[in-house]
């Protein structure tokens, strides 16, 4: 799955270490042309075996769809 930043990284990072799901954080950063890749191709990718592939995507969605919530919706109750 591509990431769009560095925070979105590091959340997703986190909620797959906190699951025991094996993953590696992969960025597009190269210092020879200076995070160009980032701007074109987003932040980096996550790579991990093949059979988390459904969870790991169900995560990240979740995570987008927390941080697209206006404050509005986040300041409503669950029903």
């Not at 990284?9 to 954080?25: K, N, R, S």
């Amino acid at each position: 799955a591509v990431l769009r930043n560095d925070i979105e990284a590091g959340l997703l990072d986190a909620v797959l270490a906190e699951q025991d799901i094996p993953h590696l954080m992969q960025s597009y950063y190269d210092a020879a042309y200076d995070g160009v890749f980032q701007h074109q191709k987003g932040w980096g990718c996550v790579r991990a075996p093949e059979v988390f592939r459904a969870k790991i995507i169900d995560i990240l969605e979740d995570l987008r769809r927390n941080a697209d919530a206006t404050p509005e919706e986040e300041s409503k109750p669950f029903s």
